[in-house]
């Protein structure tokens, strides 16, 4: 079935590091692509979105452009700040489904001062 | 702002016992959906509703388990006679566009 792999944690960085966080996906059809992030004592929220091959995705400093090619959609971030440290889900809409999104194992990221 | 409600945060149960879970979604948003999130893992789907209807069913959904969204508004899932692979925690989200979702902070069952 339709999946994600994202790159194992905790990734640890400083403060105004750069931050990449690996997804790739497996899918049958053309998928949407989401990151959600969820930060310490709070539930899943989106963070961005690609709905097509070349889109990127952009929100509060992360993007993440979809490679129809590579079968990737990898975050990034210029300069992470401590606000930044939480857990981030690539996940993908589900070819055989309507409605469902199929997340991947998560990556933990705590950014030191 | 009030966003997604759900109760009880965390319920201890022993095996064997029925327990049920409450979502209270957004106001106005019409789609709600149930995950199932595991210590480790990603959030896994259980089931949708769209308004008061009940329109997909995961194969992880079993018999034991059933969901209702009565008049559209808040929804309950409820697990039958639980089993130690049950414990997890019971995410609920609210979204008015498809897959951008709005999660509660969740409900953890632990099952004895």
């Known amino acids: 079935g339709d999946s994600v792999t994202q790159m194992e944690g905790p990734v640890t960085l400083s403060e105004e590091a750069f931050l990449t966080i690996n997804c790739t996906y497996t899918?049958?059809?053309?998928?949407?692509l989401f990151w959600y992030v969820q930060y310490p004592g709070e539930g899943l929220q989106l963070l961005l979105k690609?709905?097509?091959?070349?889109d990127k995705g952009s929100n509060k400093g992360f993007e993440a452009t979809y490679r129809k090619e590579t079968t990737s959609f990898h975050l990034e971030k210029g300069s992470v700040q401590v606000s930044d440290s939480a857990v981030y889900f690539c996940?993908?809409?589900?070819?055989?489904?309507?409605?469902?999104?199929?997340f991947g194992k998560g990556t933990s990221l705590l950014v030191t001062p | 702002d009030t966003g997604v409600s759900q109760n009880p945060r965390h319920k201890i149960t022993k095996r064997g016992q029925n327990v049920t879970f409450r979502c209270d979604p957004i106001?106005?948003?019409?789609?709600l959906y149930w995950y199932r999130q595991t210590l480790g893992q990603g959030p896994e789907f259980l089931t949708y509703?769209?308004?008061?209807?009940?329109?997909?069913k995961s194969r992880l959904l079993s018999d034991r388990f059933s969901a209702e969204r009565p008049k559209g508004s808040f929804s309950t899932l409820e697990i039958q006679r639980t089993e130690q692979g049950d414990s997890a925690m019971y995410l609920c989200?609210?979204?008015?566009?498809?897959?951008?979702?709005?999660f509660g902070e969740g409900s953890r069952l632990t099952v004895l």
């Open positions: 509703f769209q308004n008061e209807a009940q329109l997909e």
């Open positions: 989200a609210s979204s008015l566009v498809p897959w951008e979702l709005f």
């Open positions: 899918a049958t059809g053309y998928p949407s």
């Open positions: 996940a993908l809409s589900d070819s055989n489904s309507g409605y469902a999104l199929n």
């Open positions: 690609a709905t097509k091959a070349d």
């Open positions: 106001s106005e948003h019409n789609r």
